[in-house]
T-cell receptor, first 115, second 111 residues
Framework: GAGVSQSPSNKVTEKGKDVELRCDPI?????LYWYRQSLGQGLEFLIY????????KSGLPSDRFSAERTGGSVSTLTIQRTQQEDSAVYLC?????????????FGSGTRLTVV | QKEVEQNSGPLSVPEGAIASLNCTYS??????FFWYRQYSGKSPELIMS??SNGDKEDGRFTAQLNKASQYVSLLIRDSQPSDSATYLC???????????WGAGTKLIIKP
């Protein structure tokens, strides 16, 4: 696609439920990143994919968070047993070259609200 | 630890004036530098990139890089209310697979 696509754009869920967030990167972008941004805060790194592999999962806040990427394309971030502190905007970004020359292109994000 | 520092602001600038945003970084291996603009409730968008010392101009925007002093700046000429946003500085270190992000500077352009 022309840009990075994320779905859903908004998600309201009850505490304790599982949620899946989807990211469809720009075609050909091998690097994919997930970030979290709480209101008024900076970008919090979650996980990095190169192709289908995740060399760095160090940013995942707890074992309730997991992510996968298939076919070197679409990625899914899953949050199990959601908590209120999980409420944030989840941003996906992709890059042709891990950002060296072209930086990242971000999707429009998924706003997650846990009630 | 690799760090990118920005003044959080808010930086208030009158309409039509020059807005100057600054960013310092700690790793001398940094090779690529980016400025992103983030409007409230939106995702970051890339507005400038710079790789070598000196100035790079694009319309009303000028990025300045000084590797010896380890800082990068963004100048916005003829500031408009639509420039009001948070500006994020991001740095790519040669040995790293990801950009290192500053926390952002909130810019307010007053009509």
């Amino acid at each position: 696609g022309a840009g990075v696509s994320q779905s859903p754009s908004n998600k309201v869920t009850e505490k304790g439920k599982d949620v899946e967030l989807r990211c469809d990167p720009i075609s050909g972008h091998t690097a994919l990143y997930w970030y979290r941004q709480s209101l008024g805060q900076g970008l919090e790194f979650l996980i990095y994919f190169q192709g289908n592999s995740a060399p760095d999962k160090s940013g995942l806040p707890s074992d309730r968070f997991s992510a996968e990427r298939t076919g070197g394309s679409v990625s899914t971030l899953t949050i199990q047993r959601t908590q209120q502190e999980d409420s944030a905007v989840y941003l996906c970004a992709s890059s042709l070259d891990t950002g060296t020359l072209y930086g990242y292109t971000f999707g429009s994000g998924t706003r997650l609200t846990v009630v | 630890q690799k760090e990118v520092e920005q003044n959080s602001g808010p930086l208030s600038v009158p309409e039509g004036a020059i807005a100057s945003l600054n960013c310092t970084y700690s790793d001398r291996g940094s090779q690529s530098f980016f400025w992103y603009r983030q409007y409230s409730g939106k995702s970051p968008e890339l507005i400038m990139s710079i790789y070598s010392n000196g100035d790079k101009e694009d319309g009303r925007f000028t990025a300045q890089l000084n590797k010896a002093s380890q800082y990068v700046s963004l100048l916005i000429r003829d500031s408009q209310p639509s420039d009001s946003a948070t500006y994020l500085c991001a740095v790519k270190v040669d040995s790293n697979y990801q950009l290192i992000w500053g926390a952002g500077t909130k810019l307010i352009i007053k009509p």
